[in-house]
């Protein structure tokens, strides 16, 4: 009888240790480049820490585990992403696909353009500073809800290849919907300004960190109603819809950073993000 309880108690300890084993699981199964990676641990007794292709992970508590979201970068240069976790036996490879983004003709002001080198100094450090707002993102989420998606119709896709006035080509890093001038424009989630700036070809621009290395930008507004080092709650008025910087009349542009690199808004508002609550946050639903 002994012998028989000691056998029982190993199997049940061995059971556990299976059980107990996280689980990775990520979101979508096959990628492209700019998409966003959803990556969900289960049964995880603690935060983990992972990469994706050499990324650092920004892990959050989420209802069935932990969650974090990543980017796979616009170069195009990897054929898989490598999801590793810590505590996990397996990685996790998924393949990552060709894609053949759109391309459009953008008639705007020659200055638009065409800027001159007093213009192109200032659009470097209006560029440094988008990032650097975004780049705040890092450290615990602010949020205890899913990101809402901004309504309108999509007129420009991410990743598109606008050609200019004189053969100028840029890739389009955000997301363009219809949007009335003046109508008010909403923080997607919780989070804190860190930017509120006028920039010469983004325009009016607000920036949100949301925190888990993820942040938000707002391009062309009209007017902001905001200011830096403010927290809002999702749904948050941060600013009315306007046609300022390098436009073609009244939309809202929206970008979105994860760890990585800038990714899909559209990819990244159907991600089954699902935060946990925690204590001390108080978010609009």
Not at 8 to 22: D, T, Y
Not at 41 to 46: I, L, M, P, R, S
Request: aromatic share 4%; hydrophobic share 40%.
């Amino acid at each position: 009888m002994k012998s028989s309880t000691v056998v029982i108690g190993v199997v049940c300890a061995l059971a556990a240790h299976v059980v107990a084993e996280p689980r990775v699981t990520v979101h979508p199964k096959v990628l492209h480049a700019g998409d966003p990676v959803l990556v969900t641990v289960t049964a995880a007794k603690e935060a983990p820490t992972g990469t994706a292709n050499g990324t650092a992970l920004q892990f959050f508590r989420s209802r069935n585990g932990y969650q974090a979201v990543a980017a796979v970068p616009l170069d195009g240069k990897e054929d898989t992403m490598t999801i590793a976790v810590d505590k996990a036996k397996a990685k996790v490879v998924v393949p990552v696909r060709a894609k053949n983004f759109p391309e459009a003709d953008v008639v705007v002001e020659d200055e638009l353009a065409n800027p001159d080198a007093p213009q192109r100094v200032q659009i470097d450090a209006d560029n440094k500073a988008i990032i650097e707002a975004l780049l705040k993102a890092k450290g615990d989420p602010q949020f205890t809800l899913g990101f809402r998606r901004p309504g309108g119709r999509v007129t420009s896709a991410f990743g598109e290849w606008r050609t200019f006035n004189d053969g100028h080509k840029s890739q389009h890093l955000g997301l363009d919907l219809t949007a009335k001038e003046g109508s008010p424009v909403r923080a997607v989630n919780a989070g804190t300004v860190t930017l509120v700036r006028d920039a010469y070809l983004a325009g009016t621009v607000v920036v949100v960190a949301h925190g888990g290395g993820i942040g938000t930008a707002y391009y062309h507004l009209s007017k902001t109603s905001v200011t830096e080092g403010q927290t809002v709650a999702r749904g948050t008025p941060i600013g009315a819809a306007g046609k300022t910087g390098r436009s073609t009349g009244a939309h809202l542009h929206i970008s979105v950073r994860t760890p990585g690199g800038m990714v899909d808004p559209a990819g990244f508002f159907k991600l089954p993000i699902a935060p946990a609550a925690q204590r001390g946050i108080v978010t609009k639903r």
